[in-house]
Every structure is written in structure tokens, then in C-alpha cells.
Antibody, heavy 121, light 107 residues
Framework: EVQLVESGGGLVQPGGSLRLSCTAS????????INWVRQAPGKGLEWVSY????????YYADSVKGRFTISRDNGKNSLYLQMNSLRAEDTAVYYC??????????????WGQGTLVTVSS | EIVMTQSPATLSVSPGERATLSCRAS??????LAWYQQKPGQAPRLLIY???TRATDIPARFSGSGSATEFTLTISSLQSEDFAVYYC?????????FGQGTKVEIK
């Protein structure tokens, strides 16, 4: 069974940092690209970042470029999102989602349950 | 960036009735369009990809159609478990973007 489990969310002050993790199981992790997608409270979905299976290709949404860094450790079946210079508008549930398809056309076939990040003083 | 616009924002439907949800892209996305269902407190769930292909274990009452800029998700006979928010998303190029969602509620 494919599973994605996020962790690392919490309350952080504006300007602070946080590192999210996503641990995968039930599939060959290195064969798939993984994405971060976020959802502000009561709002819609926003794609945040993409990383290819080998980490050779990485993309970011403009809203987080220069502040967030995506990475992965295939030996640990884990994905990370280092979030720096956090702002109130980064408050959201952060989901990791597996990409399926052929480059560059990927839909998200499995999602984790999400981890809540709250940026507030 | 491609803007995805869904309509209506809210759809009130009685159980057993048909629901038709629309999604429009600001420029062509070919057939690189997915639909997701989200229930309160849950992660999104993939329903449709490639504009019209049902994902694994998705009931046949869900169908998708369209191409280029106009897309439709149809639920042929609403069941109680189908009341949720539905999002369309293009994956034609980066950045991938989502529509704002259509809430399907009980009439």
C-alpha cells in the first residue's frame, strides 16, 4: 500500500524557519517525483515545489522561491522542505504528493494526510 | 501562469441527481487536466487524469470530458459520500495550478 506521511509542522514566528519531512512506503521511492502542495485555512490548493526522483530537476512556485528548499534522501525514502523567512501567508496545511505520468506531465496520484504550519507571533 | 476557473462555486444537488462541474483554463492545457475530491479534514483524492481517465478504484459514476480550455466533471447519480469539494488542476507546464474549487452540497 502506498503511504506518504508528513511531519514537522507547528507554530513558528514570522521570519523563522521550519523543516518538514515526508516519509514514503509501499513503492520504489527513487522512481517517482514528489511534490509539496499547500492549502491555507479554508482556501484552495497551491502547488509549492517539485523534485524529480534523482533530485536533478527542481521547481518552485514564485511565492516561495528563494525561501524554501526541497530535497530528498532516497536511501531513507524521505522528502524534505526547508522553509526559511516564513511569513503569515505561509500558514497552511502542507501535503506531499506523488507525481505520476511522463515528464513534464504529472498528476498527483497519492497524497499524504498533511502537516499544519502556522506562522504567527 | 495558467489560471484555472471553476464554476459554479457551490452546487446544491439532491442525492441520486446528476451533477455537472465546469473548469476553464486561461490557455490550452491539452488533455493535461486532473480532478480531485476533498472531504473536510482529509487530503485530496485523485478522481480523473488525462481529462477523462478514471483513477484506480474510482466509481464509474464519475466521468470527465473536455480538452484544451474547457473541461467537465460529471457525477451521474450523487451518493451521500460524494458531497465534497472538487478541484481541477492542469499539469501542462510549470507552475501547475488548481481551480478554486466547487463545493457540492446536499440540496
Amino acid at each position: 500500500e502506498v503511504q506518504l506521511v508528513e511531519s514537522g509542522g507547528g507554530l513558528v514566528q514570522p521570519g523563522g524557519s521550519l523543516r518538514l519531512s515526508c516519509t514514503a512506503s509501499g513503492f520504489t521511492f527513487s522512481n517517482y517525483n514528489i511534490n509539496w502542495v499547500r492549502q491555507a485555512p479554508g482556501k484552495g490548493l497551491e502547488w509549492v515545489s517539485y523534485i524529480s526522483g534523482s533530485s536533478s530537476t527542481i521547481y518552485y512556485a514564485d511565492s516561495v522561491k528563494g525561501r524554501f528548499t526541497i530535497s530528498r534522501d532516497n536511501g531513507k525514502n524521505s522528502l524534505y522542505l526547508q522553509m526559511n523567512s516564513l511569513r503569515a501567508e505561509d500558514t497552511a496545511v502542507y501535503y506531499c504528493a506523488r507525481g505520476r505520468g511522463s515528464y513534464p506531465f504529472y498528476y498527483f496520484d497519492y497524497w499524504g494526510q498533511g502537516t499544519l504550519v502556522t506562522v504567527s507571533s | 501562469e495558467i489560471v484555472m476557473t471553476q464554476s459554479p462555486a457551490t452546487l446544491s444537488v439532491s442525492p441520486g441527481e446528476r451533477a455537472t462541474l465546469s473548469c476553464r483554463a486561461s490557455q490550452s492545457v491539452s488533455s493535461n487536466l486532473a480532478w480531485y475530491q476533498q472531504k473536510p479534514g482529509q487530503a485530496p483524492r485523485l478522481l480523473i487524469y488525462g481529462a477523462s481517465t478514471r483513477a484506480t478504484d474510482i466509481p464509474a459514476r464519475f466521468s470527465g470530458s473536455g480538452s484544451a480550455t474547457e473541461f467537465t466533471l460529471t457525477i451521474s447519480s450523487l451518493q451521500s459520500e460524494d458531497f465534497a469539494v472538487y478541484y481541477c488542476q492542469h499539469y501542462n507546464n510549470w507552475p501547475y495550478t488548481f481551480g478554486q474549487g466547487t463545493k457540492v452540497e446536499i440540496k
